[in-house]
Nanobody
Framework: QVQLQESGPGLVKPSQTLSLTCTVS??????????WSWIRQPPGKGLEWMGI???????YYSPSLKSRTSISRDTSKNQFSLQLSSVAPEDTATYYC?????????????????WGQGTQVTVSS
């Protein structure tokens, strides 16, 4: 059974880079069984898909966040990570890592069947 766990700082200052890591257990990020995403939910708003990394390391990003977002992986630790640069208070949100079956990308959060518990990140000075 695949499980996901987010980790990272809960407070980031404006203009800095937000960095989060998702640790995967019960499955490998290098097999084609799943693709791995970051999704966030600002307070009082809906889920926003940010980007995805597939089994072969290919990445795809939301057009609205592409210029500030990078997703990478550490196969030796079975982890994938998010970096969001030049953050502002509007980036305050609960950040989730998620997994969907298969190798294709999807911007629809409903397609992600496995979720981490989420981690709250606040952008404030």
């Amino acid at each position: 059974q695949v499980q996901l766990q987010e980790s990272g700082p809960g407070l980031v200052k404006p203009s800095q880079t937000l960095s989060l890591t998702c640790t995967v257990s019960g499955g490998s990020i290098t097999t084609s069984d799943y693709a791995w995403s970051w999704i966030r939910q600002p307070p009082g708003k809906g889920l926003e898909w940010m980007g995805i990394i597939t089994y072969d390391g290919s990445t795809y990003y939301s057009p609205s966040l592409k210029s500030r977002t990078s997703i990478s992986r550490d196969t030796s630790k079975n982890q994938f990570s998010l970096q969001l640069s030049s953050v502002a208070p509007e980036d305050t949100a609960t950040y989730y890592c998620g997994a969907k079956r298969g190798i294709s990308s999807s911007e629809n959060p409903d397609n992600y069947e496995i979720w981490g518990q989420g981690t709250q990140v606040t952008v404030s000075s």
